[in-house]
């Protein structure tokens, strides 16, 4: 079993990677939210142990960041008397919750039930319409002919993908697929939604990549709606 822990206190760190080691465990750790969020979405692991309070990116971002990605089950540390973050934790994407202090045998115990749970479950094929996006296998389809996508161009689609029928902004997508805020740069998102929208939707009559005017852009099947709209009027009329 692997597992990632994402914690800036050095006594809880020591502590859980020597306690893990001794139990067979293989054990990465990062000391704040940045490199927390790189190993999470770069490795593989079957849990990961993350702390709210975290230098340079705090533990719900970095489970934001993660959940556009992946599934990986993460248990979260909370502050004894921070109800809110166990609350927001679990609605944002957290699959348990620990609050400090903590016994260690309760920790683990935890973090084996929810390797187990969760093994098998991990959605990784996402479709959109006659689009497919296989986001372990690096590749998006539409209807049957393979998209010839450059790696931001397959990043900026498995974010819209992973939030299909979601308005994204345009400073959510900057901070999503480049993990910056340029707020003053919005132009490279436009620019690489032109270029994703080419590929994309160019040589389709259906159209999936639409611009939502002053609110960003949504990955959705139009016609759908459409269609339930135009049976609404009807039904009204
Ligand atoms: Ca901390």
């Known amino acids: 079993m692997k597992v990632l822990i994402v914690e800036d206190e050095l006594k809880v760190v020591d502590y859980l990677r020597s306690g893990l080691t001794e139990q067979g465990w293989v054990v990465d750790?990062?000391?704040?939210?940045?490199?927390?969020?790189?190993?999470?979405?770069?490795?593989?692991?079957?849990?990961?142990?993350?702390?709210?309070?975290?230098?340079?990116?705090?533990?719900?971002?970095?489970?934001?960041?993660?959940?556009?990605?992946?599934?990986?089950?993460?248990i979260m540390l909370t502050a004894r008397d921070h109800i809110n973050d166990r609350v927001r934790g679990l609605r944002e994407g957290?699959?348990?919750?620990?609050?400090?202090?903590?016994?260690?045998?309760?920790?683990?115990?935890?973090?084996?039930?929810?390797?187990?749970?969760?093994?098998?479950?991990?959605?990784?094929?996402?479709?959109?319409?006659?689009?497919?996006?296989?986001?372990?296998?690096?590749?998006?389809?539409?209807?049957g002919v393979r998209l010839d996508l450059t790696a931001k161009?397959?990043?900026?689609?498995?974010?819209?993908?992973?939030?299909?029928?979601?308005?994204?902004?345009?400073?959510?997508?900057?901070?999503?697929?480049w993990e910056v805020d340029f707020e003053s740069h919005t132009n490279v998102v436009e620019t690489a939604i032109k270029r994703l929208r080419a590929k994309l939707d160019g040589p389709f009559r259906t159209k999936l990549l639409h611009t939502v005017r002053g609110m960003g852009y949504v990955l959705e099947v139009r016609e759908a709606r459409d269609l339930r709209e135009i049976r609404e009027d009807a039904r009204q009329s």
Do not use: C, N, W
């Open 153 to 177: 161009e397959f990043q900026l689609l498995s974010v819209l993908a992973r939030r299909h029928g979601d308005i994204l902004s345009k400073t959510a997508i900057t901070e999503l697929v």
């Open 29 to 74: 750790v990062a000391m704040d939210g940045e490199e927390g969020t790189h190993l999470a979405i770069e490795y593989d692991y079957d849990v990961i142990v993350l702390d709210v309070m975290l230098p340079r990116r705090d533990g719900f971002a970095v489970l934001k960041a993660l959940r556009l990605q992946k599934s990986t089950p993460v």
């Open 94 to 143: 957290a699959d348990d919750y620990l609050t400090k202090p903590f016994s260690f045998l309760e920790l683990v115990e935890r973090l084996h039930a929810l390797a187990r749970r969760t093994r098998a479950q991990e959605s990784t094929l996402i479709s959109v319409g006659d689009l497919y996006v296989d986001l372990i296998g690096r590749r998006a389809t539409r209807d």
